[in-house]
């Protein structure tokens, strides 16, 4: 049996809690180094990936009540696939949907039920003066639990799908029936079908301010009810039709205005109006970040780079609905996107198959990019499409320290021009498919360089100065003995490489430990002599024995000198 090493157990406490306060440094805001990308508040830049479902929030279904949404088997499943990042889905209406002619439930909603007299679902009419306290508790929770695990969150405030009777088409049943603000489901009087079309639309404009201060009011309570949280994004409303954007804008206004005399604020999105939307309205807004259509700078097949007017947020949802593949990903990445998928999960009330492997093979390639972004110095790197003739790449060209990510979506080989860079740089090829790596030879820089693809398929190309690799942090502030020290990849799913630059003759001590402080493998104790070095971990014990996927701390020590860091491993 092994048992609990209390110092080191309290040792790693310490490093625990200061990672999580490092990663919990206030709400985001616009990185001023890189405004393609986020950061927190001490210029940690912050890159957004991961997957979202319409039922996230409020349980969804065919039946009444819906069935329970499995949250924490959904936080897992982010976790597992390395996401960071969801949109929290909202819809308005207590029943029925466009594109099923059968009931579908939704529950809670934001506001109170007492009656007297009954809406059009055969519930207590809606009282739009009493908030449902529940929904916002729930609101609450969710988001803390997210933020628990380091997983941003975007509240979703409003729906399109919630109010018109036809949506791009899809009349199979209409929301606006359930919809709180028709005159036949609340209490107070409140039409919000102005025009007497059996459609709400218009509650997504400022043509009735009585509802719009309703609306703000909502808002209002959102926001005082997570506002001292950290990992929180706003989204005014998903797919809201033409002639909303006025709306959006004095909501966008509304919110920044609002927390301005709060403790906190945070980014405030706007995502594209459908149908008839267009992403100029987009740009042209007061949002911090955006989810544009692919209409126009085609951001599903080959995305315009992201100049960093507006962080933009690639959202299949807008893009193509339920759909996308991996190379849409890494396209996205390499020109400064940060990419969402839209997830099937388990939903089996769509067309497409939830189990189809195209949507694991989406969610493990975020998570790729994630890996890369934590590894790169991705603040330094900027789309460069002249430099690969792929035309996807991210690229640093300081010439000591250069870094140079390419995606090959189906090409044979590959010109980088290279002419920026002085002395050897390492190669590592990756194949998105099953995410292993292969490291080639080293090249010279100084000129343009060709490389043959490993793969008969597509691949990722990664070409960097061993010294440009992500740091891990010294507690000790002191002149190390050990020059770097790189371990990638990290999370990994099968083994992982230390590399390490010892300055001088040392005996060393790299040792794995679980999060309770049990030692679980020695990978070195030897004198070394100077230079580079690595060694590989293959997730196993002393005893050959693979280990479960979780968190695990490495400790690399010579003489007093002592560096600890943290490793996961993915199955």
Not at 7 to 16: D, E, K, L, V
Not at 170 to 199: A, R, T, V
Not at 523 to 536: A, H, N, S, Y
Request: a negative charge.
């Amino acid at each position: 049996m092994f048992k609990i090493n209390f110092p080191r157990f309290i040792t790693f406490i310490i490093f625990f809690t200061s990672m999580a306060m490092a990663q919990n440094n206030g709400p985001l805001f616009v990185h001023p180094d890189n405004p393609r990308y986020f950061s927190d508040q001490n210029k940690n830049f912050v890159y957004l990936t991961g997957s979202h479902t319409w039922s996230n929030f409020q349980d969804i279904g065919d039946s009444n009540p819906p069935r329970i949404f499995d949250y924490s088997e959904y936080l897992n499943f982010l976790v597992n696939n390395n996401h960071n990042f969801f949109r929290l889905w909202t819809w308005e209406q207590s029943k029925w949907v466009n594109w099923d002619s059968n009931d579908f439930w939704i529950d809670p909603l934001p506001y109170m039920r007492p009656g007297p007299g009954l809406a059009l679902d055969g519930k207590p009419k809606f009282n739009l003066d009493h908030f449902n306290q529940d929904y916002f508790d729930r609101l609450r929770n969710r988001i803390i639990a997210a933020g628990q695990l380091n997983i941003y969150v975007s509240i979703m405030l409003f729906n399109g799908f919630s109010v018109e009777k036809n949506k791009g088409g899809e009349n199979l049943n209409n929301p606006w029936k359930g919809h709180p603000f028709n005159i036949n489901n609340n209490i107070n009087n409140i039409n919000g079908d102005s025009n007497n079309d059996n459609s709400g639309s218009e509650v997504h404009t400022l043509v009735n301010s009585q509802i719009t201060a309703i609306q703000e009011s909502y808002v209002k309570k959102v926001i005082d009810s997570i506002n001292d949280l950290d990992n929180v994004l706003y989204e005014i409303s998903n797919e809201s039709a033409a002639g909303a954007t006025e709306w959006q804008y004095h909501m966008i206004n509304f919110i920044k205005n609002y927390e301005s005399s709060k403790p906190k604020q945070h980014p405030v999105g706007m995502t594209v109006e459908w149908p008839g939307g267009t992403n100029s309205e987009l740009f042209n807004s007061p949002a911090d970040w955006v989810s544009p259509n692919g209409l126009s700078g085609d951001y599903y097949d080959n995305p315009e780079i992201s100049t960093g007017s507006k962080i933009i947020i690639s959202d299949t949802d807008h893009l193509c609905g339920i759909c996308g593949n991996r190379s849409w990903v890494w396209k996205s990445f390499l020109r400064g996107i940060n990419p969402i998928l839209m997830d099937v999960y388990k939903e089996t009330d769509t067309e497409v198959d939830p189990t189809d492997p195209i949507w694991d093979d989406i969610r493990k390639n975020l998570g790729y990019t994630r890996e890369y972004s934590r590894r790169i110095n991705l603040l330094n790197m900027t789309p460069q499409n002249s430099i690969s003739s792929s035309s996807y790449c991210l690229a640093n060209t300081n010439p000591d320290s250069g870094e140079y990510l390419i995606y090959l979506p189906y090409e044979r080989n590959v010109t980088v021009d290279l002419s920026s860079q002085k002395g050897n740089l390492e190669i590592q090829w990756r194949n998105p498919e099953n995410g292993h790596y292969i490291s080639d030879v080293p090249v010279t820089g100084g000129k343009s360089r060709i490389f043959i693809n490993p793969f008969n398929k597509d691949a990722v190309l990664y070409i960097y100065h061993p010294v440009s690799t992500a740091q891990i942090q010294n507690p000790k502030k002191v002149e190390s003995n050990i020059k770097y020290i790189s371990i990638f990849p990290n999370p990994f799913n099968s083994s992982t490489s230390f590399k390490y630059y010892l300055q001088t003759k040392a005996r060393v001590h790299l040792v794995i430990y679980n999060i309770l402080g049990q030692e679980i493998r020695i990978l070195i104790d030897d004198i070394q002599v100077p230079g580079e070095k690595v060694v590989r971990w293959d997730g196993k014990d002393l005893y050959g024995y693979s280990l479960s996927s979780g968190l695990y701390l490495f400790e690399l020590s010579q003489n007093s000198e002592i560096q600890f860091g943290k490793l996961v491993y993915l199955k």
